[in-house]
Structure formats: structure tokens, C-alpha cells
């Protein structure tokens, strides 16, 4: 499966973005997917995950009551609804898919898209 991210931009502290992960390729209700985000001079970390279904989703602490991640399967896309961001959310954030379920183990994710940058003014 290939994906594409897209919806970054640059919002002040306390607004909102919707990313979107679009797949193409092999049918996307068989890959769990992930999101991931980069800060300049940062590791890769864990943002969000949603399995195939939809049933079973995991957040990093850092954003859980700020963040929703959901999926369309009819329409391939999942998306990242981010409220009250802050400055110390600002990132490059890509998407990832597994066949299983890996939660937020990125090594494991069997392919990614490229990266949409956020930028959180203060």
C-alpha cells in the first residue's frame, strides 16, 4: 500500500489541523495504521493508532484528550483531527501501515508516507 499525508500548515497555539493519511494500492482495511511525528533535532514518536476496524485505538499521553484519530475504509483515508495544539507540537508528521497490529512500535510498520509538516505558532 502506498499513502500520502497531507493537512499540515501553520495555526496558532490553540487551534486546530486535520491531517489526512490517503492509501492506494492493496486493499487498506487489511493495515492498521499509525501516526508519527518528527521534531527538528528529535526522535520519531508515537502520536496515534487505529486498527483495521476502527474498534481498537491507542494514543500517546501527550496528546490523548487533544487528538482523534479515525479511519474512512469506504474512502481509504484516515485522519488526524488535532484541537488545542501547542508549540511543542510542532513536527513533521507521517503515517505508517502494518498488517498487524504494532501499536506504537514504528520499526514495525511495513510502509510509511512522506511527511507534512506542522508548524504551532505561540
Known amino acids: 500500500v502506498q499513502l500520502q499525508a497531507s493537512g499540515g500548515g501553520l495555526v496558532q497555539a490553540g487551534g486546530s489541523l486535520r491531517l489526512s493519511c490517503a492509501a492506494s494500492?492493496?486493499?487498506?482495511?487489511?493495515?492498521?495504521v499509525g501516526w508519527f511525528r518528527q521534531a527538528p533535532g528529535k526522535e520519531r514518536d508515537f502520536v496515534a493508532a487505529?486498527?483495521?476496524?476502527?474498534?481498537?485505538?491507542s494514543y500517546a499521553d501527550s496528546v490523548k484528550g487533544r487528538f482523534t484519530i479515525s479511519r474512512d475504509n469506504a474512502k481509504n483515508t484516515v485522519s488526524l483531527q488535532m484541537n488545542s495544539l501547542k508549540p511543542e507540537d510542532t513536527a513533521v508528521y507521517y503515517c505508517?501501515?502494518?498488517?498487524?497490529?504494532?501499536?506504537?512500535?514504528?520499526?514495525?510498520?511495513?510502509?510509511w508516507g512522506q511527511g507534512t509538516l506542522v508548524t504551532v505558532s505561540s
Open positions: 487505529i486498527n483495521r476496524s476502527g474498534g481498537s485505538i
Open positions: 494500492g492493496r486493499a487498506f482495511n487489511n493495515y492498521n
Open positions: 505508517a501501515a502494518a498488517t498487524v497490529w504494532v501499536g506504537a512500535h514504528a520499526f514495525q510498520y511495513e510502509c
